[in-house]
């Protein structure tokens, strides 16, 4: 709920928009977007060290879906609130970043069952 909640609201004014600004050639609201979803992963992480279980049954598949369908819905929700928009691209750093979170919790997952 909390990324939503700083998907949605703009952090600054709008003229202080990320959009307009780069690292080399990438503009800085992409990374944002990307690097966003890395919370998923640091969550399943943390959540395991703590021997916690996120699902009763079929745990890795639901999180991968809980994680998937954020990327649609964080960027689908921006077309109910007035100030944002809708932007097919960002939809598209989402998945990027939705796709990087799902394989560091994959390695978690594989790298934790050689342990045991």
């Known amino acids: 709920m909390g990324l ?6 703009p952090i600054g004014n709008s003229s202080s928009s990320m959009s307009g600004n780069k690292l080399f050639r990438f503009r800085l609201d992409y990374l944002a977007h990307s690097f966003t979803f890395l919370a998923y992963a640091w969550l399943w992480i943390l ?3 703590r021997g916690y279980k996120w699902f009763a ?3 890795l ?6 994680v998937l369908l954020s990327a649609f819905v964080f960027e689908f929700s921006q077309k109910m609130v007035p100030w944002r928009t809708f932007n097919p691209v960002d939809l598209y750093y989402n ?3 939705a796709s990087l979170s799902i394989f560091f919790i994959l390695i978690s997952h594989y790298t934790s069952k050689k342990e045991r």
Do not use: M
């Not at 939503?4 to 609201?9: E, F, Q, R």
């Not at 598949?61 to 809980?66: A, D, F, N």
């Open 4 to 9: 939503l909640t700083l998907n949605l609201i």
């Open 47 to 49: 959540g395991k060290i």
């Open 57 to 59: 049954r079929f745990e």
């Open 61 to 66: 598949p639901l999180y991968i879906t809980v």
């Open 95 to 97: 998945l990027i970043g």
